[in-house]
């Protein structure tokens, strides 16, 4: 029996497609409800809202809610030489590709006299969510920390679930070390996002919060963005992955690139888009052979059930439906693959070739893996520094570029009926 239920594209319509291409609805309201409801509490009630929810959802009660730089080296230190070493080769390959994006741009002379031009400007105080519960994410810190680094931001919060000692785990501890960020709160879920968004005793506010989670913290983030002047990075939700493969694929690989996505949560989603129905029966051997070896095989079965195949006739309606969907991660495992790249219009992150895992970036490959979810890949870009920095323009004016540029903004002024604007240009040219 396949594990993944098989669509053929030729036989879809409209209706068809629109159902395939959504994910994470709430039609209810139900999780806008519930995030509203711990954003209000956490406004109101601050530090006292937090412990609560760390008590209710972390089963942990907390005398304090961040742990200090004496706190976090002990537990940096209670990992292995490896596994620093592992996270240290990550941070040098994210900072190495991540530091070419900050880049100086020229001054443009748009007339005689008239110069324009941009500088970046670090945003002050960012907001880094780190998301706990099932698995904990250091590499998801690294991702973010590097490019705030990078971009100079002078405060960095960074919120984190309690573990059920209390603290958070040696990795974290050493991702923060390898940051130079000496506090972490111990604050989880959509009052995490809250607590950055508005301030608390303790944690402080934020102008831009970062990070992915589960629904109920996207929710959170689009909340604040629309409830005060905090900015997010993007709508980032359950993970996802698209794999396009033809024949030449390997079904091993696409099977573990599938459950790759699938074992960080229940509500993840990974689809299989193929030319070739031989390979989509020999993933679903491989997936059923793969799902009973892993240690997240419960977590991976659901998201599995929630997750499909996708036969197409050809490559090309292969990257249509791929460009619809816009996923998180696209991974296109065919030999002809450098042919397909300039077709590909929406998706997070790209991942081509039968030897590039999706895990490589995940990890420690350096492009970033925060990245936006549920079809927001149209209209969104993952993390970069970019999206720690504003760009501010500047402009200078000599007096032959007045006398050049003078006249045509009085004209434009008056036709707007803006006399004082007009007149701002008239005195100087007096």
């Not at 810190?141 to 309690?162: D, W």
């Amino acid at each position: 029996m396949a594990i993944l239920k098989t669509y053929d594209y030729g036989s879809l319509g409209e209706p068809d497609y629109r159902q395939l291409v959504s994910r994470n609805a709430d039609p209810s309201q139900a999780i806008h409800h519930v995030a509203a409801e711990i954003i209000e509490d956490v406004k109101v009630n601050g530090d006292s809202a937090l412990k609560r929810y760390a008590e209710k959802f972390d089963k942990v009660q907390l005398d304090r809610l961040y742990l200090t730089a004496d706190e976090i080296a002990a537990l940096a230190s209670s990992i292995n030489r490896e596994q620093q070493r592992a996270l240290e080769i990550a941070f040098a390959n994210i900072y190495r590709f991540h530091e070419t994006q900050l880049r100086k741009e020229r001054a443009i002379e748009t007339m005689p006299g008239v110069k324009c031009w941009r500088e970046p400007r670090p945003i002050e105080k960012v907001g880094l969510y780190i998301p706990g519960g099932s698995a904990v994410l250091p590499s998801t810190l690294l991702m973010l920390g590097v490019p705030a680094r990078i971009a100079g931001c002078k405060e960095i919060v960074v919120c984190s679930p309690p573990q059920a000692d209390g603290k958070i785990n040696g990795y974290v501890a050493y991702c923060l070390q390898l940051l130079k960020i000496d506090r972490v709160y111990l604050v989880g879920g959509a009052q995490a996002i809250a607590a950055m968004a508005y301030g608390t005793p303790t944690v402080p506010k934020v102008d831009k919060i970062f990070g992915p989670g589960n629904q109920y913290v996207t929710k959170a983030k689009s909340l604040v963005q629309s409830l005060t002047n905090v900015s997010i990075d993007m709508p980032a939700g359950p993970s996802e992955v698209l794999v396009i493969a033809d024949g030449s694929a390997n079904p091993a690989y696409v099977a573990a690139d599938l459950l790759a996505q699938a074992e960080h949560g229940a509500d993840s989603q990974a689809i299989l888009v193929s030319t070739d129905q031989h390979l989509i029966d020999e993933v679903q051997i491989a997936l059923r052979a793969q799902l009973a070896q892993l240690p997240r095989a419960e977590v991976a079965t659901k998201a599995i059930a929630n997750s499909y195949a996708l036969l197409c006739a050809n490559l090309d309606e292969a990257i249509t439906f791929s460009n619809r969907y816009a996923p998180e991660h696209l991974i296109i495992e065919t030999d002809d693959w450098e042919q397909l790249l300039r077709k590909v219009s929406n998706a997070g992150s790209v991942f081509v070739g039968h030897l590039t895992p999706e895990s490589a970036g995940d990890y420690a490959s350096g492009t970033n893996h925060t990245l936006p979810t549920s079809g927001y890949a149209r209209s969104y870009s993952g993390v970069s520094v970019d999206a720690f920095v504003k760009k501010i323009t500047f402009q200078h004016i000599t007096e032959e570029g007045l006398r050049n540029i003078g006249p045509t903004v009085e004209v434009l002024a008056e036709l707007e009926g803006l006399e004082a604007h007009k007149h701002a240009v008239s005195v100087r040219l007096r």
